[in-house]
C-alpha cells in the first residue's frame, strides 16, 4: 500500500527538531521521541492522503456522470462548457500527478515542508472541479448532484482543517514564515477559482 512518509529532522543543541509544512515546530529530548513523532506524523498523513484518494474517486465518477451535460446543444458548440469541460480535464490530470509526487516527497529532504502545501493544492483542485460540476448542474436544477458535490466540498473542507491543525497543540514554535506563504498561496488559488 502507498503511504507518505517524513523522515526529516535536525539535531540542534541536544534536542531534536522537527518542522512540518502546516507551520508547526517539535522539539524532542531524545531522538526516538521525535522519531515516533515522525512515524505519528506519517501515519496520520498516510490516512488523510488515503481519504483524498477515495474522495477523488467519487469527483471523478461524479464527473464522469455529468460529462454529455458539458455539450447540451448539438446544432451550437458551447465554448464556456468547452471551456469547463477542458479545465476539469486539466484538473484531473493535475490531481493525478499530484497523488504521483507526493508518493515520492517524503524522502526529500525538504520533505517535511513540502508534503503540506501538496495536499492543500490537492484539496483546493479537487474543489474547484466540484465547484464547475456544481455551476453546471445549477442551471440543470438537478439537486441530487449539487447536493453531492456540497458533501464533497465539505468533506474535503473537513480534511484540510484536520491537515492545517495537526498537532497544534504539541507545538513548541510556529514557523510563521510557512505559514505566510501557505495563506497567501490559498488566497491566490481562490481568486483564481472565483
Known sequence: ?????IKTYTHVHEHYV???????????????????????????L???YNRLNLIFADVFSLYRQVYFYFDDNRDKRHSELYADRRQ?????????????????????????FLVF?????????????????RKLNSKKSYAATEIRCDF???????????????SLNS???????????????SITHLSIVS
Open 88 to 112: 476539469v480535464n486539466a484538473l484531473i490530470s493535475y490531481v493525478e500527478k499530484q497523488f504521483e509526487q507526493l508518493t515520492f516527497i517524503g524522502i526529500r529532504s525538504d520533505g517535511n
Open 46 to 48: 498516510t490516512k488523510r
Open 171 to 185: 507545538a513548541t514554535s510556529f514557523d510563521s514564515a510557512a505559514l505566510t506563504s501557505q495563506n497567501s498561496q
Open 117 to 133: 502545501p501538496n495536499l492543500y493544492s490537492l484539496i483546493e483542485s479537487l474543489i474547484e472541479i466540484l465547484l464547475i460540476i
Open 152 to 166: 464533497l466540498i465539505n468533506q474535503l473542507q473537513e480534511c484540510k482543517a484536520e491537515i492545517q491543525n495537526y
Open 18 to 44: 522537527v518542522k512540518l509544512g502546516n507551520g508547526t515546530v517539535h522539539e524532542f529530548s531524545n531522538e526516538k521521541k521525535c522519531k515516533k513523532f515522525l512515524v505519528k506524523s506519517s501515519k496520520f
Open 1 to 5: 500500500m502507498i503511504s507518505l512518509s
